[in-house]
């Protein structure tokens, strides 16, 4: 029922930052546990990091970490991934995902994704 949309892809230089955010409808995003995971051409879906339904806890991928910050707005309606130092090893589609109670490395909901290509 629930609809995760993501925004805020686009084309980067190595070094800079994006910001993407994942709205839901249909149902409050402070029911789940959020995450993002992101998929290269020809690549396998890979983790990059998730966020409690409090906002407490966060848990990110090796390859990423220290880079990127997950986040949830006060109002609990947006759910951030802040992506600092960008390297052309991040080009990937990015998708939001959604665990009812606790986090799942097989969400209950997925995003349509957004495209991230970071240039040398």
């Known amino acids: 029922q629930v609809q995760l949309v993501e925004s805020g892809g686009g084309l980067v230089q190595a070094g800079g930052s994006l910001r993407l955010s994942c709205a839901a409808s249909?149902?409050?995003?402070?029911?789940?546990?959020m995450g993002w995971f992101r998929q290269a051409p020809g690549k396998e879906r890979e983790f990059v990091g998730r966020?409690?339904?409090?906002?407490?806890?966060?848990a990110y991928a090796d390859s990423v970490r220290g880079r990127f910050t997950i986040s949830r707005d006060n109002a609990e309606t947006t759910v951030y991934l802040q992506m600092n130092s960008l390297k052309p090893e991040d080009t990937a589609v990015y998708y939001c995902?959604?665990?009812?109670?606790?986090?799942?490395?097989?969400?209950?909901?997925w995003g349509q994704g957004t495209q991230v290509t970071v240039s040398s």
């Open positions: 249909g149902r409050a995003l402070s029911d789940y546990a």
């Open positions: 966020i409690n339904r409090s906002g407490y806890s966060t």
């Open positions: 995902a959604a665990s009812r109670i606790t986090w799942s490395q097989k969400p209950d909901y």
